[in-house]
């Protein structure tokens, strides 16, 4: 099965400049893979490549069901790792940091990645709320954990890696996310509870999660407009 890939402009849509590098310094790619070995080592690809004088660019990609750990987590206390196994989920440990996350092709990832020199977070993730009040999440807002929330649910986490001249920040967005199967992922597997298993150095937050779609003015569409609104508004990255 294809990954969800976005779908031309229609006519009313603003033009998405960012994708010609002629017109802004941000490359914008959009994966076509759905596997998440495959884009977690195309991400981190790029983000290494940044040392080498790479291409800003932003990245939009969807992974097939999976857990994606934060670089400095410990397994068995962030995730059933035997029920993982039994629904032939894969358990990856992601570059950057922060807590564990669950993918699904109802899931929208973007990333960041850019000099570090460059590097904004709070810009990043003001645009990211911005794309989001376009599609119609009027009261989306990020907080200082730079994850995104709309009232008391999260509707985006976010996680960064640094290295020499590289930035890479990226977040993943539920639209349309099998939110059963995650809380059921998102569980501390039972070797968690034995003293011989090291802590997380990094503890996830749990919170209570919610789907965008139905929030959007136009549930059947807000995942491609979202898209087109966050690559437009990337050419507004000063990028030095």
Request: hydrophobic share 40%; net charge neutral.
């Amino acid at each position: 099965m294809n990954s969800w890939r976005p779908s031309a402009p229609a006519a009313h849509d603003p033009p998405v400049q960012c994708n010609v590098l002629s017109a802004c310094a941000m490359r914008v790619e959009y994966l076509a893979s759905n596997d998440p070995f495959e884009n977690a080592a195309f991400e981190e690809r790029i983000y290494r490549g940044q040392r080498l004088g790479g291409e800003a660019t932003l990245l939009f990609y969807t992974n097939r069901e999976s857990v994606l750990l934060g670089r400095n987590q410990e397994p068995s206390r962030e995730c059933d790792l035997a029920w993982c196994e039994s629904e032939g989920v894969p358990v990856l440990r992601r570059v950057s940091g922060g807590g564990t996350v669950w993918h699904d092709l109802g899931n929208q990832n973007y990333a960041f990645i850019m000099p570090r020199r460059s590097y904004d977070p709070e810009r990043i993730l003001s645009i990211v709320v911005d794309a989001l009040r376009l599609v119609g999440v009027k009261d989306a807002f990020f907080c200082r954990r730079f994850s995104v929330w709309h009232g008391d649910n999260k509707i985006s986490g976010s996680a960064f890696a640094l290295s020499g001249q590289g930035a890479l920040l990226h977040g993943c967005l539920p639209f349309t996310s099998d939110l059963a199967r995650l809380q059921r992922a998102l569980v501390k597997d039972a070797a968690g509870d034995d003293p011989a298993v090291p802590r997380s150095r990094i503890a996830s937050v749990v919170s209570p999660v919610e789907n965008i779609a139905p929030l959007c003015t136009s549930p059947e569409r807000c995942r491609n407009d979202f898209c087109q609104a966050l690559a437009t508004l990337a050419a507004t990255i000063p990028l030095v």
